[in-house]
């Protein structure tokens, strides 16, 4: 099987855009991906797109505005993960000889769809009695307060961290610092839980292009390839008795996977975007994927390892809770960042000396399983 290498990368200004389509936007950042990627459109043979709430054949109606219209395109609906599955489906096709070039972008228009917070489906029993996203999350938080001593103070760090973190990237959704205690005093959404905790409802796209290592040696390229080490891919098993509030077996299988595939350990990570929807997410992910002991992380956090200049950085970019959460784009944007880090491209959220990065995304959820979907993707320079 070959191996796998990211060439392009694309990606819009993530936030509200009441004036923009979702057309608008992945065509943008397919454009950018192309350019990026120093190739001639024709050369695309095949297309993958990551969305979920923007109807049929979202992804034809973009390859129309691109000039890619009559290749292969799959659209992909994975919730949260849509567009990181878009991208290992794309890997699967270059791995399996299927293709050399192709494209994989991620998009979503959240503020054409929804008038304030998501709403749950018609059919979620568990969230018609009140087990919304914002109310797990809310009880894992006090599951890991109880079990760990996790202190209100040390979750509101992990937004002020990403927050501050989105500051330096153009093209987060919020661009403003925020304090600890302007973390505590904003809306309360469910106890522990306050506005700032919480992902915003965004507009935005992504796109990266990938290629065989076959067609690599052809280019004349002035970017450096990324080579994707890992796209790895679990969903949620079936619960029997309670589940575990603290602590994420969905992830560490899925991480454990990415892992064996890229030959590499956690200790060998230099850099992580995780999938933090809610500030407790990002503890619960870090410590699932091994990247810090369970139960340490709001410690480790506190002291500034994960800050950008620490031990780990994580959230370079301002993860969903700074940079913002477009769902079907936000795997692919996870990946456009680490990319930019590991070509050092950053500026000044650069990691410095990263050599491996790694994108966790994790999505939607299920009656009677852990979680839908999950995926980590390993990047390599």
Not at 7 to 25: C, E, N, Q, S, Y
Not at 291 to 297: A, I, K, R, T
Request: glycine fraction near 10%; aromatic fraction near 4%.
């Amino acid at each position: 099987m070959s191996d796998v290498y990211v060439v392009g990368i694309g990606m819009t200004k993530f936030g509200k855009h009441p004036d923009r389509t979702v057309v608008d936007l992945g065509s943008e950042a397919v454009r950018e991906a192309i350019r990026d990627a120093e190739v001639d459109p024709r050369r695309i043979e095949a297309a993958y797109c990551g969305h979920v709430f923007q109807g049929m054949v979202a992804g034809q109606r973009v390859l129309a505005q691109t000039g890619l219209a009559g290749i292969p395109l799959t659209n992909v609906e994975d919730a949260c993960s849509s567009g990181a599955v878009a991208i290992r489906e794309a890997a699967l096709a270059i791995r399996a000889g299927e293709h050399d070039v192709v494209l994989a972008f991620g998009m979503e228009h959240l503020t054409g769809r929804f008038r304030g917070a998501l709403t749950p489906a018609e059919d979620d029993l568990e969230a018609a009695v009140g087990l919304t996203m914002p109310a797990i999350y809310a009880m894992r938080a006090r599951r890991h307060m109880e079990e760990f001593g996790t202190t209100r103070r040390q979750l509101a760090l992990v937004s002020v961290k990403n927050k501050r973190n989105a500051s330096l990237n153009p093209l987060s959704q919020f661009q403003t610092p925020v304090s600890v205690e302007e973390v505590l005093a904003s809306r309360p959404i469910a106890e522990p839980l306050c506005l700032y905790d919480c992902s915003p409802v965004s507009d935005g796209a992504a796109a990266v292009v990938l290629c065989s290592a076959r067609w690599l040696r052809q280019l004349t390229r002035s970017q450096r390839p990324i080579r994707l080490a890992a796209a790895a891919l679990r969903s949620g098993e079936v619960e029997s008795g309670l589940p575990s509030m603290a602590f994420e077996p969905l992830t560490r299988r899925t991480a454990e996977a990415a892992y064996e595939q890229a030959g590499l350990g956690p200790e060998e990570i230099d850099l992580a975007e995780v999938h933090d929807c809610f500030s407790i997410a990002e503890v619960l992910r870090v410590e699932g994927l091994g990247l810090f002991p369970v139960g340490e992380y709001p410690d480790r956090l506190e002291r500034g390892e994960a800050d950008i200049g620490g031990r780990l950085p994580i959230n370079p970019s301002g993860g969903l809770l700074g940079k913002g959460h477009p769902l079907g784009a936000t795997g692919v944007a996870q990946v456009v960042e680490v990319v930019r880090q590991l070509r050092g491209q950053a500026g000044p959220r650069q990691v410095a000396g990263a050599r491996v990065g790694l994108a966790h995304c994790r999505g939607g959820k299920a009656a009677g399983v852990e979680g839908a979907a999950c995926t980590v993707n390993i990047l390599a320079a």
